[in-house]
């Protein structure tokens, strides 16, 4: 019976390194070049940044848009106020009523666009 004797190669010993070496590098070259590397960690950092901004304004805006519902609830409402935001929405006016447009960029208390009523 024949025995075959193989003679192991010089550089056998080195194949499972080189494999673990190659993975190691891989991972390192990722660590700076990929999507969790520290360049998209500062950008991930900038838009959280700007979406945080985002997020307050419309969170202040709600607030805001509540506290106006708020006065109109029928337990609460100013019949006044809401006679004028409505026509003042709308653009109606009542026969007869002297309607006075104001700018609020151009200064003053900010008064109501419908400012009285000329009877007839």
Not at 7 to 15: E, G, P, Q, T, V
Not at 92 to 115: K, N, T
Request: hydrophobic share 45%.
């Amino acid at each position: 019976m024949p025995t075959r004797i193989r003679k192991r190669s010089r550089f056998a010993f080195l194949m499972l390194p080189a494999l673990f070496l190659a993975v190691a590098g891989y991972f390192a070259w990722q660590s700076t070049r990929g999507d969790f590397s520290s360049d998209s960690r500062e950008v991930l950092a900038g838009e959280r940044a700007e979406r945080a901004a985002v997020l307050a304004a419309l969170e202040a805006e709600r607030a805001e848009l509540e506290t106006r519902v708020k006065r109109f609830r029928a337990d609460r409402y100013d019949a006044d106020l809401l006679d004028e935001r409505a026509r003042a929405q709308l653009f109606i006016a009542r026969p007869g009523e002297i309607v006075v447009f104001h700018d609020p960029a151009a200064g003053g208390d900010g008064g109501s666009m419908f400012m009285g009523t000329h009877g007839r």
